[in-house]
């Protein structure tokens, strides 16, 4: 958990990661208590933050190789 929920509701998260030929895949589902939660979230900055913790992540894959 990054901070606390700014949406109503609960969120459920699932990552999905798979592997072809040597590369892995990673699928994130986020699944909220309603539809407009979900849009209110898009409307977010969600994206931004996602966005750069997966650079940061992948930034981390690249040094530890």
């Given at each position: 958990?990054?901070?606390?929920?700014w949406?109503?509701?609960?969120?459920i998260?699932t990552?999905?990661?798979?592997?072809?030929?040597?590369?892995?895949?990673?699928?994130?589902?986020?699944?909220?208590?309603?539809?407009?939660?979900?849009?209110?979230?898009?409307?977010?900055d969600?994206?931004?933050?996602?966005?750069?913790?997966?650079?940061?992540?992948?930034?981390?894959?690249?040094?530890?190789?």
């Open positions: 958990v990054f901070d606390e929920a949406h109503e509701g609960d969120v998260a990552v999905e990661l798979t592997e072809e030929d040597g590369v892995t895949t990673a699928t994130t589902t986020l699944r909220y208590d309603s539809q407009q939660v979900r849009d209110d979230v898009i409307k977010s969600v994206a931004w933050g996602v966005e750069v913790s997966y650079a940061a992540l992948d930034e981390l894959i690249e040094v530890l190789g």
